[in-house]
């Protein structure tokens, strides 16, 4: 069955980095286009990132543009999130989800992960 | 962007009766070429992540209950409950796949028993 393991969150100083990692098994993971959406705490849903399947290209939300970085590896099955100058509103859980394109659904996401930025 | 906005924000149905959740585009998410609209709804159980329960509008994904249904075209939309069970406690969100950058969500929809 489908997987997606989302890892690296944690508490972090504003202005800070960190990274965040998600290994997919269960289906070709170099087939689909991978996105990283995020929820702060009580909120709703928010799209930050896309990559699509062969990591040719990377879309960004406005909040996160110049801030963050979509990459994949296919050869481990693994999408990241490179993500810096973090500001105490980027605080939520970040789930990274997986979709067939640009243009299809959400199909599975993983359970998320839990980034905390303050001093 | 396309803003999506749902109504309402929340509401209370009792067991074994209707709910019912909109949802409207701000623009058209119908590609009237291939007659499908980009539209999903998922639902999100608390400390859950967001479950994919209906694509293209109105395409119950697989292990889906058929007590779930969408309708609707272009800008309009609605999710309905025909009999709530206790389980279908959540959140409800929409969801347009079709002018993207970015993908958007509506605000989301409480139900409550």
């Known amino acids: 069955q489908v997987q997606l393991v989302e890892s690296g969150g944690g508490v972090v100083l504003p202005g800070g980095s960190l990274r965040l990692s998600c290994v997919a098994s269960?289906?070709?993971?170099?087939?689909?286009?991978m996105h990283w959406v995020r929820q702060a705490p009580g909120r709703g849903l928010e799209w930050g990132a896309f990559?699509?399947?062969?990591?040719?290209?990377?879309y960004y939300a406005d909040s996160v543009q110049g801030r963050f970085t979509i990459s994949r590896d296919n050869s481990k099955n693994t999408v990241y999130l490179d993500m810096k100058t973090l500001r105490p509103d980027d605080t939520a859980v970040y789930y990274c989800?997986?979709?067939?394109?640009?243009?299809?659904?959400?199909?599975?996401w993983g359970q998320g992960t839990l980034v905390t930025v303050s001093s | 962007d396309i803003v999506m906005t749902q109504s309402p924000d929340s509401l209370a149905v009792s067991l074994g009766e209707r709910a019912t959740i909109n949802c409207k585009s701000s623009?058209?998410?119908?590609?009237?070429?291939?007659?499908?609209?980009?539209l999903a709804w998922y639902q999100q159980k608390p400390g859950h992540p967001p479950k994919l329960l209906i694509s293209?509008?109105?395409t119950r994904e697989s292990g889906v209950p058929d007590r779930f249904s969408g309708s609707g075209s272009a800008t309009d939309f609605t999710l309905t409950i025909s009999s709530l069970q206790a389980e279908d406690v959540a959140i409800y969100y929409c969801?347009?796949?079709?002018?993207?950058?970015?993908?958007?969500f509506g605000q989301g929809t409480k139900v409550e028993i």
């Open positions: 989800v997986r979709s067939w394109g640009g243009q299809s659904p959400f199909d599975n």
């Open positions: 269960g289906f070709t993971f170099r087939s689909y286009g």
């Open positions: 990559i699509r399947h062969d990591g040719s290209s990377q």
């Open positions: 623009q058209s998410v119908l590609d009237t070429s291939k007659n499908k609209n980009y």
């Open positions: 293209w509008a109105s």
């Open positions: 969801h347009q796949y079709y002018v993207t950058p970015p993908w958007t």
